[in-house]
């Protein structure tokens, strides 16, 4: 049942439950304490995270490796990395999964440095990175500005590794090189890579090209938006804006005609203010 609640998301049922189960005087598995960590995680709730780990404690679960797991992955969405390290480095056992929660808490916080050397830790002690471990590397270089880093890190996936790329890491390869206005090294990406047809990775360029004024670039990323996903809306907004940003203004009334004629409307954006005792959402748009 506490797996069932926590899998729909439904993270506070499933913490009622485990508190009924203890009530009841059921001692909890080493599942049941992973899974309900899980959902102190998905809950960002460090305060019932804080409580389940000193019943871990107690019940002597502190050495499982998945219950470990759990706990890093928790104390990170919670922000609390220091914490999280501090647990991870004793851990008498370590496998990938472990490694990967830790890398990727590191990412998700902005800690780039210490994600990238604690991949190298992980291999230097002879633990091999899977496909999950290159992801959270690479986001974590792509969010700290570790352009080099991750580029030869993405390269070593096939060299040293036999990890296949595939398109979460060239997404996440093009974002980190598309921050820095690589622009060159994206389109030999762009070219080579097997996974074309998906949309996420031409948003990703898109956006870049705008901040970098890239037109050619946008160009061809908007093009491909067009065909892949002709009723977002976005992908033509950006454009024309782009457009109108370098006074270009028959090619930005060429788009929005477009957009017309298609019959795309721009989605709405929302904005959530919380009072006391109710939650205002505005939009605004056509």
């Known amino acids: ?10 993270d506070n049922d499933a913490f009622s439950f485990f508190k009924l189960m203890r009530k009841f005087g059921f001692v909890p598995s080493e599942f049941s304490f992973a899974t309900i960590v899980s959902s102190c995680a998905k809950l960002s709730s460090l305060f019932q995270g804080e409580q389940i780990h000193a019943q871990i404690i107690k019940d002597g679960y502190l050495d499982d490796i998945y219950v470990g797991s759990s ?24 496998n990938a999964v472990t490694w990967n929660k830790m890398i990727h808490g590191y990412a ?35 969010h700290s500005a570790l352009v080099d880093e991750g580029v030869q890190i993405f390269n070593s996936m096939v060299q040293n590794f036999a990890v296949v790329p595939k398109l979460d890491h060239y997404t996440c390869i093009i974002d980190c090189l598309s921050r820095a206005g690589r622009f060159h090294e994206v389109e030999v990406i762009l070219d080579a890579m097997p996974c074309k047809d998906d949309p996420i990775v031409w948003e990703v360029v898109l956006s870049s090209c705008r901040i970098h004024a890239n037109l050619r ?8 938006l067009f065909r892949l996903d002709p009723q977002n809306s976005a992908s033509y907004v950006l454009l024309a804006n782009m457009y109108s940003s370098m006074g270009r203004w028959d090619e930005a009334r060429v788009v929005r005609d477009l957009m017309s ?9 929302y ?16």
């Open 1 to 10: 049942m506490i797996a069932g609640f926590s899998i729909n998301s439904l």
């Open 71 to 94: 706990l890093i992955e928790m104390y990170c969405k919670c922000g609390d990395v220091d914490r999280a390290r501090c647990y991870f480095d004793t851990m008498p056992h370590k």
């Open 108 to 142: 998700q916080n902005g800690y780039g440095d210490e994600a990238v050397c604690l991949f190298k830790d992980m291999i230097s002690l002879g633990d091999k990175p899977d496909d999950i471990t290159f992801i959270a590397v690479l986001t974590a270089c792509s």
């Open 217 to 224: 670039l946008a160009k061809r990323a908007a093009e491909e």
């Open 261 to 269: 004629d298609n019959q795309i409307r721009k989605d709405p954006g």
């Open 271 to 286: 904005s959530r203010g919380e009072r006391k005792n109710d939650i205002q959402i505005s939009h605004s748009g056509k």
